[in-house]
């Protein structure tokens, strides 16, 4: 093959490129192949989870059965069926099925499968499907190389993708894809790949059994990733027959918690997320970030972490608790709480996880203000109590016809209008007039504050001890 891959013999794969032309008959598996890959479901009937998209009338289910093709991009995390998608989709439409790994190949190889595809297009009026794990590693370049031979659908494209591919996919392959969100696997899920992994003859064909414990923290381990489940599963069950060679499906091996824990080399943690374990970390975590307490705070962060909490629910907490417990005394606190809600989305886990730990830091260590939550209530409290009124005229709207006769806005006096862009006037209803809700503390940020905002209310209120507004707005 030449360096440009253009002057491939087109009946040859190119270098590094896995193709096939699907059967009807089921791919046999190779029995000393890993178990996630003996445990690939061989229909789309046999996947688990992703109804949203294999249900009757989804996306894919449409696709698979007489839709028309389409090229897609699966986005997801990891071990929740991306490939595996792919491969089916392929063999269900009786499609060629090429495969390429962003991280290895380049243009050279992405022009080499176009030149087969079209090759065998032309020759046995075949189409192909061509795969692309891990498609945001792709440069503008690379991504720009498969425009055309999508746009005239030489190839049906199903790329991978573990990030927003708003994010990392050129516009122009956007626009020609249908956008498909894998959602991380429940529980109840990967309880269903780990029970038909002990009793399949492709997995353990029955010779261990699973202990209720050994799956709760196999489930724990996995966090919504089935391959990962199966691949602590299966550690753990080979230690269990390395010492009970001869179990069979009749006489089975037992794979108990102690025996997970020794094969992952790592505890189970005792937290149950739907228990009182659950409230009670969650609380023990917020109150020692509000107690400043930073490595009482990692500590329950990394229990949950362990456990497989919702990444999303600790980043919400963090995003609140910005706000309630630190507030004015350092807002840059609530930037890098959703910052770190916004690594989750887009990044994922486990990579997630420092930004939640960046996050829980900067909280448990930034000065402390209640200020905020206790404003914000005051203020509800006066509205709920009914002390509302109404808006002075010279506030209200004053923008359609009729609004001057009515006197509304008509003594409005615009603030930056004059020297410090502070006016003396009322703004409050008549029945809140004096009533202050925010009273900063003299900590962190708000130190400044408590001094500016007395200074800014006499300068509105007109109240006598405030000869010049200088420095209100400093």
Do not use: W
Not at 80 to 88: C, E, H, M, Q, S
Not at 194 to 200: F, G, H, I, M, S
Not at 259 to 266: K, T
Not at 388 to 398: F, M, N, Q, T
């Amino acid at each position: 093959m030449s360096d440009d891959g253009l002057f491939a013999d087109p009946t040859q794969p190119a270098a590094g490129v896995f193709t096939t032309t699907p059967t009807a008959t089921a791919p046999r598996f190779d029995a000393n192949a890993p178990l996630a890959a003996r445990m690939r479901p061989r229909t789309l009937d046999e996947v688990i989870g992703q109804q949203h998209l294999l249900g009757p009338g989804a996306p894919l289910r449409r696709l698979v059965h007489g839709g028309a093709p389409s090229s897609m991009l699966l986005y997801g995390p990891p071990g929740t069926g991306k490939t595996t998608l792919a491969t089916l989709v392929a063999g269900a439409t009786g499609r060629r099925f090429a495969q390429l790994s962003a991280i290895a190949a380049g243009v050279k190889e992405v022009r080499g499968v176009i030149e087969q595809a079209r090759y065998t297009l032309r020759s046995t009026g075949e189409q192909t499907v061509l795969f692309i794990d891990e498609v945001h590693r792709f440069n503008k370049a690379q991504q720009d190389s498969l425009l055309g031979a999508v746009e005239d659908r030489t190839v049906i494209l199903i790329g991978a993708t573990t990030e927003n591919p708003f994010f990392s996919v050129v516009s122009p392959l956007l626009s020609r894809s249908l956008i498909l969100q894998l959602q991380p696997l429940t529980d109840d899920d990967i309880v269903g790949v780990l029970t038909r992994a002990v009793t399949d003859d492709r997995g353990l064909a029955g010779r261990v059994t699973l202990a209720d414990e050994a799956r709760a923290h196999l489930v724990a381990l996995s966090g919504g990733d089935a391959r990962r489940s199966l691949t602590a599963l299966e550690a753990a069950a080979d230690s269990v027959l390395d010492e009970h060679p001869r179990a069979t499906r009749e006489e089975p091996a037992a794979v108990d918690l102690a025996a997970v824990e020794r094969a992952v080399n790592r505890a189970a943690v005792r937290y149950d997320k739907s228990g009182d374990q659950h409230y009670d970390i969650i609380s023990a975590f917020i109150k020692s970030m509000r107690g400043s307490d930073v490595d009482a705070a990692l500590h329950y962060l990394a229990r949950m972490i362990e456990a497989g909490e919702d990444p999303r629910f600790i980043a919400r907490r963090l995003m609140v608790h910005a706000s309630e417990d630190v507030g004015m005394a350092d807002p840059t606190a609530l930037q890098t709480a959703v910052a770190a809600g916004q690594v989750v989305q887009m990044v994922g886990m486990p990579e997630a996880k420092l930004a939640l730990a960046q996050a829980t830091i900067h909280i448990a260590t930034a000065p402390k203000s209640g200020a905020v939550t206790s404003a914000l209530g005051a203020a509800m409290g006066d509205v709920q109590a009914g002390r509302s009124g109404s808006v002075p005229p010279h506030l209200r709207d004053g923008h359609y016809p009729g609004a001057a006769k009515l006197g509304n806005a008509q003594t409005y006096v615009f603030p930056h209008a004059l020297p410090d862009a502070i006016a003396t006037q009322q703004y409050p209803p008549d029945e809140l007039v004096g009533r202050d809700y925010y009273e900063p503390t003299g900590r962190g940020a708000e130190r400044a504050l408590a001094e500016r905002v007395p200074r800014l209310r006499r300068a509105v209120r007109g109240q006598p001890g405030n000869t010049t507004t200088e420095g209100c707005n400093a």
